[in-house]
């Protein structure tokens, strides 16, 4: 954050709606007014890359233990430069993710925090903005209830859990695997820990992502370098962990299938050979997602008797919820607070 000071005030021509006016400064940027936020009475003016926004100072200093540290000095205005007669405080973030924290400031219902005013389902990456922006502005209130809004998908139950793509399709926001990365960095930031898990199992599900990361905003998200390692380490153990659930689905014991019910034999043993193949070939989708049912991917399922299918079906659950409590330990991640609800199963 920057007050900028010194020099001669830049004019008030050069701030424009429109862009075929001629510049009144080589040196300053061609500034846009906010559509959304920009009051004429407004006691302060943020400057975030092209856009200025026009606000009253009152709630940023309400909010932000920052700015109210910055509007208690005496006069703090004097040494700022203005324009039409407004101070100019230059922030280095990006205009479009600093819109979505004025809406949380100023309590609007457009906000991702109440998101009151429509029925849309506000996107993953507006609320991580928010969280980002209003902590690092040491607004904890703003930043504390916009957690509360993703908080809660990342540490879901067990007996929530169907697959990964119905889940994240049911979330209150709209979420991508990408995100997963975002995730990983806000739990880092905030010390919400307890979102790591499931943040890194997503992670798990990304290919050339997962390392190159992606822009969005002006910034590039990636995992850090030891969060690389974690997810890679934690992509073997969840071959590793596939491969049992599979296993005690099939009732394989020293090497051999031992179905319970022996009518299905027979089908016990084609399915466990069509699931061993995927291994073999290389098919790694039903390995990383070991979350998920794969009893329906099974191509004679349906050779199965009703009981031998209820049996299948509950020995798979039962494997999957202890991939569950186990999913802190395959990225190294503690298990403190992490939700198991294994008596809800």
């Not at 700015?67 to 922030?91: E, G, H, T």
């Amino acid at each position: 954050m920057e007050v900028i000071a010194g020099g001669s005030s830049m004019r008030a021509d050069v701030l424009s709606d429109t862009t075929n006016q001629p510049a009144t400064s080589v040196n300053r940027p061609r500034l846009k007014r906010s559509i959304e936020f920009w009051d004429p009475s407004g006691t302060v003016m943020l400057i975030s890359g092209s856009v200025a926004f026009r606000i009253h100072q009152e709630p940023l200093g309400c909010h932000s233990l920052i700015f109210r540290k910055l509007f208690s000095i005496p006069r703090w205005q004097d040494v700022a430069d203005q324009l039409d007669d407004c101070p100019i405080i230059r922030l280095p973030d990006n205009p479009f993710e600093l819109n979505l924290l004025l809406r949380a400031v100023l309590n609007t219902d457009r906000s991702v925090i109440g998101n009151t005013g429509s029925h849309a389902r506000p996107k993953f990456s507006d609320v991580a903005a928010v969280v980002r922006l209003g902590y690092k502005y040491e607004m904890d209130d703003i930043w504390n209830d916009a957690l509360d809004k993703v908080t809660p998908f990342f540490t879901a139950t067990f007996p929530n859990w169907d697959s990964l793509e119905h889940y994240m399709a049911r979330a209150p926001f709209e979420i991508g695997l990408r995100d997963a990365i975002v995730a990983v960095s806000l739990a880092h930031l905030t010390g919400a820990i307890t979102m790591l898990p499931l943040a890194f199992y997503m992670c798990c599900q990304l290919e050339g992502d997962l390392l190159k990361g992606f822009a969005r905003n002006g910034r590039r998200e990636r995992l850090c370098l030891d969060d690389q390692i974690k997810c890679a380490s934690g992509k073997e153990l969840l071959e590793r962990g596939a491969a049992l659930v599979l296993f005690r689905v099939f009732r394989v014991y020293q090497g051999k299938v031992r179905p319970q019910v022996s009518c299905c034999k027979r089908a016990h043993l084609e399915a466990f050979r069509r699931c061993l193949s995927r291994f073999k070939d290389g098919i790694k989708d039903e390995v990383k997602n070991a979350l998920d049912s794969q009893l329906d991917r099974i191509d004679n399922i349906q050779k199965f008797c009703p009981n031998c299918l209820a049996a299948l079906r509950e020995r798979e659950l039962e494997a999957r919820r202890e991939v569950w409590e186990e999913l802190p330990l395959y990225f190294g991640v503690g298990t403190q607070c992490w939700p198991t609800d294994a008596g809800d199963i």
